[in-house]
DNA sequence: TTGTAAATGTAGCCAAGGCTACATAGTATA
DNA sequence: TATACTATGTAGCCTTGGCTACATTTACAA
């Protein structure tokens, strides 16, 4: 089963290889696993920035989960480094997870004027940013610059 | 808790009243969850219409999974009426899988072809892609299809 | 201050989608 | 045909991210 890529084509020789179908498929799971913490930061960061404080019960109406549900995945948060909360205060955003946050909703920002800037009506383009952000690459964001920098 | 949006700002009054971020969250996680059986009807249709067969073994290797997952989600295909298969013969589409794999497959072109279309790099394109495409509705893609053909 | 409502937390369940280890069935070859 | 390799299937485990039901804590108002 040497010599013979994951697609059926013949290798061509030396690497480094093009990325196979299964990597490519491998990387678009791995985004999806940080989707959910991902818009979880960009929420809190928001709110915080806006009111003052991120209420588990604040955060599980804004995503529409219940509340035990919200509370769970701070808990990763907090695993992960990217959030601190005390028991019957807010939560709070950590350093990195400040910086992520800043990242997701530039992204988020960036992605959704693209969409309206090649003419898909608003709605649609809120609607559909909230999942596409999350799979968007530095190379496709910053792709996604260029082309609103010129068009406007 | 009456009168008041999920957002916090107050409703104008009848219905349907705009779409919540809450709503935007519920349909996107919608969407994802619907990502894994898109990828696979595209795919089974993809070795079907080149090779003439689906082998478990195929869709594993082409997903970068193990096989024991393939076979559980070909299960779930056939529990939701998307694809057929016996024991040791190979996995079918029914009519809703092809239906299915055919809008899947001119989704996915689409998208890469919009993103190269806005200046994303061919590979990021193809990356991209594999994630983005599960979020991108009726509305967005008729929007693509718009742009690409003003665009050439 | 005391009583109630709201917020928070805990326990325990589920399904999806991963995995490894092992068993069985088919296929090809010596 | 006997044997070995490959493909398929099964069992059982894990994490994520949902949920409901119930317990506890805090905040507020009478
Ligand atoms: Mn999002
Ligand atoms: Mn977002
Ligand atoms: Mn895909
Ligand atoms: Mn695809």
Same mark, same amino acid.
């Given at each position: 089963?040497?010599?013979?890529?994951a697609?059926?084509l013949? $290798?061509?020789?030396? =690497?480094?290889a093009?990325? #196979?179908?299964?990597?490519r498929?491998?990387k678009?799971r #791995?985004?999806?696993?940080t989707?959910?913490?991902?818009?979880?930061?960009?929420? %809190?960061?928001? =709110? %915080?920035?806006?009111?003052?404080?991120?209420?588990?019960t604040d @955060?599980?109406?804004? =995503?529409?989960?219940?509340?035990?549900?919200? %509370?769970? #995945? @701070?808990a990763r948060? $907090?695993? &992960?480094g990217?959030?601190?909360?005390?028991?019957?205060?807010?939560?709070? =955003? #950590?350093?990195?997870?400040?910086?992520?946050?800043? /990242?997701?909703?530039?992204r988020h920002?960036v992605?959704?004027?693209?969409?309206?800037?090649?003419?898909?009506?608003?709605?649609?383009?809120?609607?559909?940013?909230?999942? @596409? &952000?999350h799979?968007?690459?530095?190379?496709?964001?910053?792709a996604?610059?260029?082309?609103?920098? /010129?068009?406007?």
């Amino acid at each position: 089963m040497f010599e013979l890529a994951a697609d059926g084509l013949p $290798k061509r020789g030396e =690497l480094p290889a093009e990325p #196979t179908q299964a990597d490519r498929f491998g990387k678009a799971r #791995t985004a999806q696993s940080t989707a959910v913490m991902e818009d979880y930061v960009e929420l %809190i960061s928001d =709110l %915080i920035g806006s009111g003052g404080e991120a209420r588990p019960t604040d @955060i599980a109406r804004r =995503l529409g989960v219940s509340h035990p549900t919200a %509370i769970k #995945t @701070i808990a990763r948060l $907090k695993r &992960e480094g990217l959030a601190v909360a005390k028991p019957y205060r807010g939560v709070f =955003l #950590t350093e990195a997870g400040e910086h992520l946050a800043d /990242r997701v909703r530039a992204r988020h920002r960036v992605v959704v004027d693209l969409l309206v800037a090649v003419g898909v009506p608003r709605d649609a383009a809120e609607q559909d940013a909230e999942g @596409i &952000e999350h799979h968007v690459s530095d190379a496709t964001l910053a792709a996604f610059a260029d082309y609103l920098r /010129r068009d406007r």
